[in-house]
Structure formats: C-alpha cells, structure tokens
T-cell receptor, first 114, second 115 residues
Framework: DQQVKQNSPSLSVQEGRISILNCDYT??????FLWYKKYPAEGPTFLIS?????DKNEDGRFTVFLNKSAKHLSLHIVPSQPGDSAVYFC?????????????FGTGTKLQVIP | DAGVIQSPRHEVTEMGQEVTLRCKPI?????LFWYRQTMMRGLELLIY????????DSGMPEDRFSAKMPNASFSTLKIQPSEPRDSAVYFC?????????????FGNGTRLTVT
C-alpha cells in the first residue's frame, strides 16, 4: 500500500527550462510534505517543505505547490541546472503512534541536459 | 558536524550469514530512523527510535530483522539469517526533536548484497 506515489520514475529536461516533479498521496491525515534530493552514493538531503495549511512555498529556484483537494503536490525547479540532476523523493508526514511518521515515495530521477 | 555516519558502506555476504549495519546519529538528535531503499518500494521505514526507545517497528519485514539503540550515539540493524531479497541500500537518519517540519538527516547508506 503505497501512500505516497511518484508515478514518473524519470524525467529529462533541458538546462534552463522548468522541471516539474509530481507526487500524489492517499492519506488525508498527512499534514506536512517534504522533498528530498539524492545524489548517487549519498543519502537523501532535505530540499524544501510545505505545511498542509499552505498551497505554495518558494525557496530560490525551487517552489512546491500543494493541492489538498486533489491530494497532489509538485516541485518546480526553474531554471533547471545540470547540478539538479538527482533522484527526488516526495515525502509526507502525519502523527502516528505519537510521533511524526515520514512516508516516502519511490522517487523520480531527474536528468538536466546541458 | 560530521553528519550521520553509517558503516560499512558496502557489505557483500552469502545467504544465511548474519549482517550487522551500524549507525551513529548526529549529536543532540533524539530521534533515529532506519530506512531501506528498493526500486519497487522507494524508501521504506523499518523502525523508529525516540530517546533510544523503539517506538514503531511495524516496518520491520520479519523476525530475521532486529534493531537496537543501546545509547544516544549508536544503533545497529541486524539481519539473521540474511536472504538475497534483503539486498538493498539501508539508510539511517536522525532528527532533532519530533515536531512537525523537522527534517531528517540521512547517512550515506550501506549497500547490502546477499548472494
């Protein structure tokens, strides 16, 4: 039962263009959403997050949009740079057993072509 | 800040052998997580510790898996006996506090191959 779904395993984008990574979730109890970036042979690193009470959060080239009614969020990267090439994990958290349990998606591999 | 430290980076073992993965969380972080990464399921939570106490082990696949946290600076994940389907990358992560929005800090993982 995959509660957080990233249906696109991979994405290729030209340098300078916009990258849009999508994520869907099924659990309406999720109240915080995060994106992590992972380079090969390294652990995931936190990128950007959004609370369920907001619909947009922006940090430099990265913007996360949340559509609660559709249970959908997306990460926009603009302009895309070759250094953005990595696997991006969508994550969602909810209180479970008294703590913030974080559930991850399967990841989307982004390739930015110079 | 050395970050979360995992060892070994790579482990190759034969089916039936015992495997022990190790993790040193970031000093001051009171929450520790073990995740497993596979192509099919992404990052799966195996077990969560808070203040060295296991809180949620519902993700542990079966009795062959066990995890301990004897003190605030060390945790182990043990697989005994190991099977080929256990082959994956295992990540340890720590977090400061347990509140909403506190991001996880991951180690670089242990790539386990069971032949």
């Amino acid at each position: 039962d995959q509660q957080v779904k990233q249906n696109s395993p991979s994405l290729s984008v030209q340098e300078g263009r916009i990258s849009i990574l999508n994520c869907d979730y099924t659990n309406s109890m999720f109240d915080y959403f995060l994106w992590y970036k992972k380079y090969p042979a390294e652990g995931p690193t936190f990128l950007i997050s959004i609370s369920s009470i907001k619909d947009k959060n922006e940090d430099g080239r990265f913007t996360v949009f949340l559509n609660k009614s559709a249970k959908h969020l997306s990460l926009h990267i603009v302009p895309s740079q070759p250094g953005d090439s990595a696997v991006y994990f969508c994550a969602a958290s909810a209180i479970s057993g008294g703590y913030q349990k974080v559930t991850f998606g399967t990841g989307t591999k982004l390739q930015v072509i110079p | 800040d050395a970050g979360v430290i995992q060892s070994p980076r790579h482990e190759v073992t034969e089916m039936g052998q015992e495997v022990t993965l190790r993790c040193k969380p970031i000093s001051g972080h009171n929450s520790l997580f073990w995740y497993r990464q596979t192509m099919m399921r992404g990052l799966e939570l195996l077990i969560y510790f808070n203040n060295n106490v296991p809180i949620d082990d519902s993700g542990m696949p079966e009795d062959r898996f066990s995890a301990k946290m004897p003190n605030a600076s060390f945790s182990t994940l043990k697989i005994q006996p190991s099977e080929p389907r256990d082959s994956a990358v295992y990540f340890c992560a720590s977090r400061e506090g347990s509140g909403i929005g506190s991001p996880l800090h991951f180690g670089n993982g242990t790539r386990l191959t069971v032949t």
